[in-house]
Nanobody, 116 residues
Framework: EVQLQASGGGVVQPGGSLRLSCLVS????????MNWVRQAPGKAFEWIST????????SYADSVKGRFTISRDNTKNTLYLQMDSLIPEDTAVYYC?????????RGQGTLVTVSA
């Protein structure tokens, strides 16, 4: 059974940082590109970032470029998202998604709230 469990969310002040983790099981993690997506309250899902299997190629949405960093540790079956300079608009539930980026490949999310 494929499982993707995101963690590390919480409440943070604007300008703060959080590091999300996603522990996966049930598939060969090192063989798949991975994504982060998010869903803000009342809004559609938004793609955030993608990383290739080796971790040496990444891509970001313009809304987070320069503030967020995706990474992975294939020895630990874990995907990460370092989020810096957080703004209220980053408030959302964050999900890790196995390639391809389709709903059935999306795991349990973690809530990030950016508020003063």
């Amino acid at each position: 059974e494929v499982q993707l469990q995101a963690s590390g969310g919480g409440v943070v002040q604007p300008g703060g940082s959080l590091r999300l983790s996603c522990l996966v099981s049930g598939f060969t993690f090192s063989s798949f590109p991975m994504n982060w997506v998010r869903q803000a309250p009342g809004k559609a899902f938004e793609w955030i970032s993608t990383i290739n299997t080796e971790g040496d190629w990444t891509s970001y949405a313009d809304s987070v470029k320069g503030r967020f960093t995706i990474s992975r540790d294939n020895t630990k079956n874990t995907l990460y998202l370092q989020m810096d300079s957080l703004i209220p608009e980053d408030t959302a539930v964050y999900y890790c998604v196995k390639y391809p980026n389709i709903p059935s490949n999306r795991g349990q999310g973690t809530l990030v709230t950016v508020s003063a």
